[in-house]
């Protein structure tokens, strides 16, 4: 007998609301379009799924969690899946305890022929201090004019944004931490050529923190490991409301027992804002004993101005729940004043 899946994923993001709950305001999101109308954006369905280097690349863990869900609402275990990249989905884990149960919700419905499951996620993160418009268009990657937000003054800029790590202006991660501290915003500016999916970058991140926080140690008060007065932070603002189809898994067949089953829907929707007001939505180390010559003390420009990565996670979690790897400006706000 061939029965019936349905797998349904609703993710939904709010970065700077004009309310202070716990839920997001749905009128601060753009209208929905179809993944399909934009032609720089791709979803990721994996954490650690490659990323194309000229586009960009949003994950969420919603889609594994309610995948997950689905399988888990058969009295069997599924098999023989007619495509091998759904069951290598399957087999994934990177979704597991990523947020509080109480943060996410997840509805199955199981019928005769039919399990519906949909997965959601409603946060409203916003900043307990709100940063400030740039105030001319800033470029990105030299081509597009887009918004973006900076530190109100010096004093205000120690407030809101924290220093993880500083290489050089073209290698540096910055921290954001919402009213709700229990969540960060890690932006990482960086060279990406050899780490070519989400995983990748995060799992580079927490190595260069762990370095980063062992040369504290050593030297707290050297110029590359905090804040200066005269550093420059730029942020670009987003606002986007992607909706999604995956025609490589509707379609899909698998067994429970004697049973075939087939996806008939394979469904996600991303909504994601962050602008000035923020989000009303980690071996031992191998330490080189090498002496570093230091460098003369000079401004740092945190311009994230160039192809960038940002995470969302908790900070009582190893892993975010939400990525997005940041090639062009396709999902950015155009400045248009």
């Known amino acids: ?24 305001d749905e009128d601060a999101f753009p209208k929905v379009v179809k993944l399909d109308s934009l032609k720089e954006t791709d979803f990721l369905e994996a954490f650690d799924k490659r990323i194309n280097l000229e586009r960009n690349g949003i994950y969420c863990f919603t889609i594994n969690e309610a995948l997950e869900q689905a399988q888990n609402a058969h009295a069997q275990t599924p098999t023989k899946y007619s495509n ?34 949909i997965a959601s996620i409603d946060l409203n993160l916003p900043f307990e201090l709100y940063g400030k418009k740039y105030p001319s268009p800033f470029l990105f990657n030299n081509s597009e004019e887009v918004k973006a937000f900076t530190a109100r003054n010096s004093r205000h ?16 991660s910055i921290l954001i931490t919402p009213k709700n501290k229990e969540h960060q915003i890690i932006l990482i500016k960086g060279d990406f050529r ?5 995983k990748k970058v995060f799992d580079d991140y927490s190595k260069n923190l762990k370095n980063a926080n062992l040369k504290r140690e050593k030297d707290d008060f050297y110029w590359k490991n905090y804040l200066l007065e005269e550093d420059q932070i730029i942020i670009p603002n987003f606002s986007f409301n992607i909706e999604h189809n995956y025609a490589e898994y509707q379609g899909n067949t698998f067994y429970v027992g004697t049973e075939l089953w087939s996806v008939e829907e394979f469904y996600q929707r991303i909504a994601f804002v962050l602008n000035e007001k923020g989000a009303q939505i980690k071996s031992q180390a191998k330490i080189e004993e090498k002496k570093e010559e230091k460098e003369e003390r000079k401004p740092k420009n945190l311009v994230f101005d160039k192809p960038f990565v ?3 996670k908790r900070i009582d979690k190893d892993l975010p729940y939400f990525g997005m790897y940041v090639a062009n400006s396709e999902l950015m706000e155009a400045f248009d004043e």
Request: proline residues 1%.
């Open 1 to 24: 007998m061939r029965r019936l899946a349905y797998f349904l994923f609703f993710t939904q993001f709010i970065f700077g609301c004009r309310n202070e709950g716990s839920r997001s």
């Open 84 to 117: 091998p990249n759904l069951e290598k989905l399957v087999a994934k884990k990177f979704h597991q305890n990523v947020l509080n149960s109480d943060e996410y919700s997840v509805q199955v419905l199981v019928e005769a022929n039919v399990i519906e499951v």
């Open 157 to 172: 800029k120690h407030q809101l944004f924290d220093l993880n790590y500083y290489v050089n202006d073209d290698n540096f």
């Open 194 to 198: 050899k780490k070519r999916s989400l």
């Open 310 to 312: 940002l995470f969302i």
